[in-house]
């Protein structure tokens, strides 16, 4: 079974007919049908019964098309990874957290860019669980988050960037809390909450706050983006969690502290390629640039 049979299977798969399909492949239909009759034979099935309508797949045919076109995606990406090691590659594919990124994020970016203008950054905001295993998948190149706590780091390098920005209760300007220097657990599960959505790993570790001391939190949304949460609460629609940083862009908005500061750091994290794109060693010698206070050898792979 060779590639070019896989590949005449699934073409004619794609236009449902071996006319069709030879005028495509530029062959002759008695080559097609010869190259097909030895796939089959070679597969110990048939993989065709024939139709007024044209070939139709049988059981097996079915389950053929199905790995063929696995095999022949995959062998693509082969292709494709060989074609960008040897031309160097024109993207890099970024993850980030929602919040955790946004001190970091727009420096990098636009040094890069500056340096390197004609490379595509793609770049997407996910929670930490999925930004792991998009990367773990190789649908990431680096991602930018912190560690959750207890993961193993083996599998990963990394190049700490900066610390987290502590995260702070939000009220409007007007609001009875809002020239507070605290408040508590309690406090907070009496207003009207916006969180972020679920998935995201600030959410649960509040939720999980709660719980924890037996509160039942008042929350009227969960939102995608932390641009909602600051409308809300501009808006004096609900109190929500917001980063130190937006808080002070906002005059509308006070920002009161609940909890011990956030001793995470942010990082830059990687996994080791056999080829590794020219783009991504750019990016992180980058990221080593503006961050060299960073640099602490025990801290990275």
């Not at 790995?67 to 292709?79: A, D, F, G, K, T």
């Not at 190149?141 to 390098?157: A, E, G, N, W």
């Not at 942010?266 to 640039?289: H, M, S």
């Amino acid at each position: 079974m060779t590639l070019t049979q896989m590949l005449h299977f699934q073409t004619i798969c794609r236009f449902n007919s071996f006319t069709k399909a030879a005028q495509a492949l530029y062959i002759s239909q008695p080559a097609l049908s010869l190259s097909i009759k030895k796939l089959e034979e070679d597969a110990g099935m048939t993989l065709f019964q024939s139709d007024v309508r044209g070939p139709v797949l049988t059981r097996e045919g079915k389950v053929m098309l199905r790995e063929v076109n696995r095999i022949l995606s995959q062998y693509q990406e082969m292709l494709s990874a060989l074609q960008e090691t040897g031309k160097g590659r024109s993207y890099l594919r970024i993850g980030l957290s929602s919040i955790l990124s946004n001190t970091v994020f727009p420096s990098l970016w636009g040094e890069f860019i500056r340096q390197y203008p004609d490379v595509r950054i793609y770049s997407q905001e996910t929670s930490i669980k999925e930004l792991f295993h998009q990367l773990d998948t190789g649908r990431f190149d680096l991602i930018i988050t912190v560690f959750p706590q207890d993961m193993d780091r083996s599998p990963y390098h990394h190049y700490p960037l900066s610390p987290c920005e502590n995260l702070l209760f939000c009220v409007h300007c007007t609001h009875p809390l809002a020239h507070r220097n605290s408040v508590t657990w309690e406090e907070m599960a009496k207003e009207r909450l916006i969180l972020l959505s679920k998935r995201f790993n600030q959410t649960q570790t509040i939720l999980q706050e709660f719980k924890l001391r037996g509160l039942s939190p008042a929350v009227i949304h969960h939102a995608e983006q932390i641009y909602s949460v600051e409308r809300f609460v501009e808006e004096n629609a609900a109190c929500g969690f917001l980063p130190e940083g937006t808080v002070r862009k906002n005059p509308k908005i006070a920002g009161i502290p609940y909890g011990e500061p956030d001793q995470r750091l942010v990082e830059l994290i990687w996994k080791e390629t056999p080829y590794p794109a020219d783009c991504l060693e750019n990016f992180i010698r980058i990221g080593k640039t503006l961050y060299p206070h960073s640099a602490n050898p025990s801290a990275m792979n």
